[in-house]
């Protein structure tokens, strides 16, 4: 079986295309700048040069139709014709409160979308967009959600409701989300499978990279994970903050002139490691050279972040009421060995973690970190959002 894994932005669409016999990605794809100028798709074959196309595209529908072109091109394409994708998967940013796994697209379903639009104003028109794309060009074709929510609809209310007036969960459904879900549910139950875990195993899911989250989770069902209601709250990150006081909203407000979307920018856009380095670099390996030629905020920055992350997983390992498993993934959590080392060495030696360095010496790879006399068992495992999207579309769409 073969499914086309959509990712829309609102500018940009990656794209995968994975034979579900085997897990191998066929190719993959990036089609920026749609609707603006100097549009551009770039298209990977594995072993083949890459395959660019420059060409105006004013919406999603037309980059649709290119990189329908590209799939099925005699010289780059890597199918004879569209008929052979089976179904196409998309990733969907939130799924409210109505979505709590993933679901075949319907008329309901995309009405259902746009209600929860207000939730991620950024990201869902551009998935929406990209979903009747592919239903105007490949008409007929099961289309499936899959969302960055679901897994964190695992949640008891004691983990997700804010200690606000309860109204505006009520009539406006804040609460908790978390995010980055199908990178949590697919790494927490590779996990399950490489220990020989159960129903009860507690595991500790360290996301890392640019947008960075962390998971709790029991037997797969997650209990707790660090985003809120936006992909701005818990750790530190490339360039958001994270949890700060509330408060420091009108204080920054008044002392600089800035209303609450500038206070937000800045909480997005210019906090994190960014902010915290003194705006040397988003990049971790940036601001780990500045700290390594001797950069006092750079050396801030980089230990505030892992000091964050040590006290979710020491928060987390409370909440279970204990923890087998941790697990590092995404950019900075597969490649940065010393970050992973100092997490576990500096703060997590009460919990029994012991990593072994010469393991730990390993990039991007599905490897076993820990010592054979850790406590709990460290795990690198590289995350694949895309497989999971291709995994839950071929399930759903096998029950039709
Ligand atoms: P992601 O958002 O998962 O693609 O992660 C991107 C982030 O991973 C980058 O901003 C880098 O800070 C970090 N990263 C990637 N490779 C390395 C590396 N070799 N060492 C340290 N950090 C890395």
Redesign the pocket.
């Known amino acids: 079986m073969k499914v086309l894994v959509i990712n829309c932005g609102s500018s940009s669409l990656k794209y995968q295309i994975i034979d579900m016999d085997t897990q191998a990605v066929l190719c993959k794809g990036l089609v920026e700048r749609i609707g603006i100028e100097g549009s551009v798709l770039t298209h990977k074959v594995p072993g083949k040069e890459d395959f660019v196309v420059q060409e105006e595209m004013k919406d999603h529908q037309r980059a649709v139709e290119l990189v329908m072109a590209a799939l099925v091109d005699p010289d780059h394409g890597v199918i004879k014709s569209l008929d052979e994708i089976d179904a196409i998967g998309h990733r969907v940013v939130h799924g409210g409160q109505k979505f709590a796994k993933s679901v075949l697209i319907d008329d309901e379903v995309k009405a259902a979308l746009d209600k929860c639009t207000e939730l991620a104003p950024l990201h869902n028109p551009a998935n929406i967009l990209g979903i009747k794309a592919c239903e105007a060009v490949m008409p007929g074709k099961p289309n499936v959600g899959v969302f960055d929510t679901a897994f964190g609809m695992g949640m008891e209310p004691k983990a997700f409701m804010y200690a606000l007036p309860t109204k505006y969960y009520e009539e406006y459904e804040v609460r908790r989300y978390g995010f980055h879900g199908q990178s949590h549910d697919f790494v927490s139950h590779r996990a399950l499978d490489l220990c020989g875990g159960n129903e009860n195993t507690k595991v500790i899911v360290c996301h890392l990279?640019?947008?960075a989250s962390i998971s709790a989770s029991i037997g797969g069902k997650c209990v707790d994970s660090s985003m809120g209601l936006t992909p701005l709250e818990g750790l530190i990150m490339?360039t958001r903050s994270g949890n700060v006081d509330p408060g420091i909203m009108q204080f920054i407000c008044h002392k600089e002139g800035l209303d609450i979307d500038g206070m937000l920018n800045v909480l997005n856009k210019k906090s994190g490691i960014f902010g915290l380095s003194g705006n040397i670099s988003?990049?971790?390996?940036d601001v780990?050279k500045a700290a390594d030629e001797g950069n006092e905020k750079a050396k801030i920055a980089l230990d505030a972040y892992r000091y964050r992350v040590a006290k979710y997983i020491g928060s987390y390992a409370a909440a279970m009421n204990g923890v087998d498993v941790i697990v590092f993934t995404?950019?900075?959590g597969e490649?940065?060995k010393l970050t992973r080392q100092a997490i576990c060495d500096e703060y997590l030696g009460y919990l029994g973690v012991k990593v072994d360095p010469a393991r730990n010496d390993v990039?991007g790879k599905e490897t076993l970190i820990s010592a054979d006399d850790s406590k709990v068992k460290v795990y690198l495992i590289p995350t694949n959002e895309e497989l999971k999207i291709a995994m839950d579309t071929v399930k759903i769409v096998s029950e039709l």
């Open positions: 990279g640019n947008g490339g988003s990049d971790f390996r780990q995404a950019g900075l490649n940065d990039r």
